[in-house]
């Protein structure tokens, strides 16, 4: 088992199959360093490859998922060394995993909190949690999807509104836009979402990732083209073993017992 510094990697659920990976820099409301970014990636690694794991969850403190990049770390930084090294890049990591992954937000998600948590595939968040991209008003601007993903998201008056202002929103407002799918009480979030992550890997984990690729399709292409991928994605169901057990399954009135092959 490998050793973090700044994040704790768990499996929980009651057949402990749901990845929970919990930000762990209290000191600094989780402010996304470059250290921790590599060991959320490595840590997705280890799940992706986990064939038990159906579902990861992304967590913070009930004070902070994340209160952005490092703005210490970044202080210094000139146009040469960030473009020269693509400066973030290797954040898209989570946004790359072929697995679900949930983000279960409390307290601060600001800037690279506020992306981090939209490179999920889906937002819990607690009454308590704070969705805003305040780039602004340090002389920058969101530099991990922000200016993207919002956007699609919650619309472009409303995501001009955030990136321009600064000014964070509320949980509330935010499962009222569609950023969160749901709210829960703070300390119930993180199990709520290892029961949603529960839900999910019950499933065949090979049909989950043909799906989650299906959906995100939308993200990605017109509507024609995401169609016909989505129909070529559901023929493809055909030729596994999961689709003919699910539906014999069904006629036999029965469970299934997919085997992800
Ligand atoms: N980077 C580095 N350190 C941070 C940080 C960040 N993003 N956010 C908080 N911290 C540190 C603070 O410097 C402070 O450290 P010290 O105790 O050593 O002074 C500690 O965390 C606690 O923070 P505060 O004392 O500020 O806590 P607070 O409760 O008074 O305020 C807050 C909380 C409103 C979230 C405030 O910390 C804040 O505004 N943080 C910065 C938010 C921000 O601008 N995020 C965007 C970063 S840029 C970015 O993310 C770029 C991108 O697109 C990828």
């Not at 400066?87 to 690279?112: D, E, M, S, T």
């Not at 909190?113 to 340090?138: R, S, V, Y």
Request: charged share 25%; net charge neutral; hydrophobic share 40%.
């Amino acid at each position: 088992v490998p050793s973090y510094q700044h994040i704790i990697v768990e499996k929980q659920g009651a057949k402990t199959n749901v990845g929970v990976i919990t930000l762990n820099r209290p000191k600094a409301l989780n402010a996304l360093c470059d250290a921790l970014m590599r060991e959320v990636s490595d840590a997705l690694d280890d799940l992706e490859k986990d064939k038990d794991v159906g579902a990861v969850i992304i967590t913070g403190s009930e004070k902070a998922f994340a209160a952005g990049a490092d703005i210490k770390e970044m202080q210094n930084n000139t146009f040469a060394h960030v473009y020269g090294g693509n400066f973030l890049n290797h954040w898209n990591r989570v946004a790359q995993c072929k697995k679900p992954v949930i983000a279960a937000v409390n307290g601060y998600a600001l800037g690279g909190g506020c992306e981090l948590a939209m490179m999920c595939d889906i937002i819990l968040a607690g009454e308590n949690a704070k969705f805003g991209q305040p780039e602004i008003a340090i002389g920058t601007i969101p530099g991990a999807g922000g200016t993207q993903r919002l956007i699609r998201s919650i619309g472009k008056s409303k995501a001009m509104e955030m990136c321009l202002t600064g000014l964070p929103i509320t949980a509330q407002e935010a499962e009222k836009l569609g950023l969160v799918s749901r709210i829960c009480a703070p300390k119930e979030l993180v199990s709520e979402a290892v029961k949603m992550g529960e839900k999910i890997a019950s499933h065949s984990k090979l049909i989950v990732a043909m799906c989650k690729e299906s959906v995100n399709q939308a993200y990605e292409t017109t509507l024609q083209e995401g169609l016909l991928f989505e129909k070529r994605t559901f023929h493809t169901t055909f030729a596994t073993d999961d689709r003919k057990e699910g539906m014999t399954a069904f006629a036999e009135k029965r469970q299934p017992n997919f085997t992800d092959s």
